[in-house]
């Protein structure tokens, strides 16, 4: 299972870390994207970090405000994000697998979701 957390309600330009727990699976050999839904919208991938810890890919939409990185031994991943705008409101959700679907939906296993909503 995954569980993530840490969303709030902060204000644009303000920051926020995300995190998301492993339970019951083989974290270290899992790659760990972070989605995001905002109301209305299809689900994207934002982010996402390899198992051996080493590749990071970011959506032109959150490049260079928001990081990604992992700590395999506490089966925790985490997002900070930086310079939150009011677009980056939506449902976050961690997602892992053995398998790197890249931004698809295909990953077995997901987080609860968890809301970030940003005030301009």
């Known amino acids: 299972d995954l569980v993530d957390s840490g969303g709030a309600l902060v204000q644009a330009g303000g920051s926020l870390s995300l995190s998301c727990v492993a339970s019951?699976?083989?974290?270290?050999?899992?790659?760990v994207v972070w989605f995001r839904q905002a109301p209305g919208k299809e689900r994207e991938g934002i982010s996402s970090i390899n198992s051996d810890d080493d590749a990071t890919v970011y959506a032109d939409s959150v490049k260079g405000r928001f990081a990604i990185s992992r700590d395999s031994a506490r089966h925790t991943a985490f997002l900070q994000m930086n310079s939150l705008k009011a677009e980056d409101t939506a449902v976050y959700y961690c997602?892992?697998?053995?398998?790197?679907?890249?931004?698809?939906?295909?990953?077995?296993?997901w987080g609860q979701g968890t809301q970030v909503t940003v005030s301009s």
């Open positions: 997602a892992a697998d053995r398998s790197d679907y890249k931004t698809s939906l295909d990953y077995d296993y």
């Open positions: 019951g699976l083989p974290f270290k050999d899992f790659v």
